[in-house]
C-alpha cells in the first residue's frame, strides 16, 4: 500500500518552469508567476537585488537564486509592506538575504504564505579544459 502524505502548503506551480538569467540589471523584481523559475545572477557591474512579492501571496511558490559571478553577491530583498517575514535555520532573519561572492551559492525560497523559508547551499565546483 502506497504511503499518503500531506503537505502543509502543495505546491501551486509545477517545480522548474523557467530559467531567468541576469546579467544587465542590478534590480530584479520577482513576480508570483515566476514560481519555479531559477534567477542565475551573472551582473557584472555590482551586486544585483532581486525584489520578492508579497508574502501572503505567495502559498506554495517556490524561487530558486544562483549566483554566477566570484566578485559579487545577489540580495533577496522583501516587498515593501513586509517585515520580518523571511526565515532561515528556524529563526527569523528579517527583511534580505544576501549570498556570498562565490560563483555556485545559490537557495531555495518557499513561502507558507505567512514567511518565506531560505534553504541555502553552496559548492564548489572546478572546471578543467581536456
Given amino acids: 500500500m502506497g504511503r499518503t502524505t500531506e503537505r502543509t502548503t502543495p505546491l501551486t506551480e509545477m517545480n522548474f518552469r523557467g530559467f531567468d ?6 534590480s530584479v ?4 508567476s515566476d514560481s519555479g523559475v531559477v534567477f542565475m545572477n551573472a551582473y557584472t557591474s555590482g551586486n544585483a537585488t532581486y525584489t520578492l512579492p508579497s508574502v501572503a501571496d505567495c502559498a506554495g511558490k ?3 537564486f544562483y549566483n554566477a559571478k566570484t566578485d559579487y553577491y545577489f540580495i533577496i530583498d522583501l516587498a515593501s509592506g513586509d517585515t520580518d517575514k523571511i ?7 528579517g527583511d534580505t538575504v544576501h549570498s556570498a561572492a562565490e560563483v555556485g551559492e545559490w537557495c531555495w525560497v518557499l513561502s507558507d504564505g ?3 523559508y531560505v534553504l541555502e547551499g553552496h559548492g564548489t565546483m572546478t572546471v578543467t579544459e581536456e
Fill in 114 to 116: 505567512t514567511y518565506f
Fill in 87 to 93: 526565515c532561515c535555520a528556524d529563526s527569523i532573519v
Fill in 29 to 32: 523584481t520577482v513576480y508570483e
Fill in 62 to 64: 517556490m524561487f530558486m
Fill in 21 to 26: 538569467l541576469n546579467s544587465a540589471s542590478a
